[in-house]
């Protein structure tokens, strides 16, 4: 399981991030809501330590996988993005390599090569993705050659490819139609079904229909998490009560 301990996150000296416990339980998806600039994708990126060579960048507490601090100093961060895979708020293809290498990237950069792997791992990923049927013909094409909802399921495939614990989604349909965002959202369901998946999304009604656990950040502090159903219709904290209802952010 993937977990926040008392994580703190700065830049520059400047708190970002304050002090914020979570965990994200196994084979369920866990959005984490709020305003624009509340510290979402930041603690997102934190679990993926993607702030790790940032320039005045300083994360403190603790964020563990199955108990071990991915920050611990012998933790090999290819290897942990291996275990912890992300996909962004902009599908981000490789755009000189075709699909085919684009879904199997990672396995080759892990030393993992061999042909028939590599073919097995790409058609199970990107069935896994949900995009199997629509480039089985189309493999050695180029990934422009796709649409934007098939270029994001495309990464969310590559991701995948390596067999992940962990899924990071940030903001992954904020660019994409309502049936694009239908087929994301259809494809966490089913990822659940063996590993977590985390998303950071800005809107609401996607968290209520997507997601098993609700966290709920403001200004950089976890106000409240809990049971997606119970934060949408009983919040326990005013705050949360006020921003689902529209009062602020």
């Avoid at 997102?44 to 507490?61: E, I």
């Avoid at 199955?66 to 912890?84: M, Q, T």
């Avoid at 899924?167 to 239908?182: K, Q």
């Avoid at 098993?212 to 997606?228: N, Q, S, V």
């Amino acid at each position: 399981m993937l977990a926040c301990k008392n994580v703190t996150i700065e830049f520059n000296k400047t708190a970002v991030i304050k002090n914020v416990s979570l965990e994200f339980p196994v084979k369920r998806v866990t959005a984490i809501i709020g305003p624009s600039g509340c510290g979402k994708s930041t603690l997102l990126r934190a679990c993926n330590r993607m702030h790790f060579l940032t320039p005045g960048a300083k994360v403190t507490g603790a964020v563990t996988l199955n108990g071990k601090d991915i920050y611990h100093k012998d933790v090999d961060a290819v290897l942990l993005r291996r275990r912890i895979g992300m996909v962004f708020q902009k599908a981000n293809p490789f755009p000189t390599l075709s699909i085919f290498d684009n879904v199997v990237a990672g396995l080759r950069l892990s030393g993992l090569g061999s042909k028939a792997r590599l073919q097995e791992a790409a058609e199970r990923a990107l069935g896994d993705a949900a995009l199997w049927d629509e480039v089985k013909d189309r493999l050695q094409q180029s990934p422009m050659t796709l649409s934007g909802g098939q270029q994001q399921r495309l990464c969310i495939a590559r991701a995948l490819a390596v067999d992940p614990e962990v899924l990071l989604m940030d903001e992954p349909c904020s660019a994409l139609d309502p049936i694009a965002t239908a087929k994301i959202e259809e494809l966490m369901f089913r990822l659940r079904e063996r590993l977590s998946v985390v998303i950071v999304t800005h809107n609401m009604q996607q968290a209520a229909r997507a997601s098993d656990r609700t966290a709920f950040l403001w200004m950089g502090e976890l106000i409240e998490e809990g049971d997606t159903e119970t934060i949408f219709t009983a919040p326990t904290k005013p705050m949360t009560e006020d921003y689902l209802t529209g009062r602020f952010g």
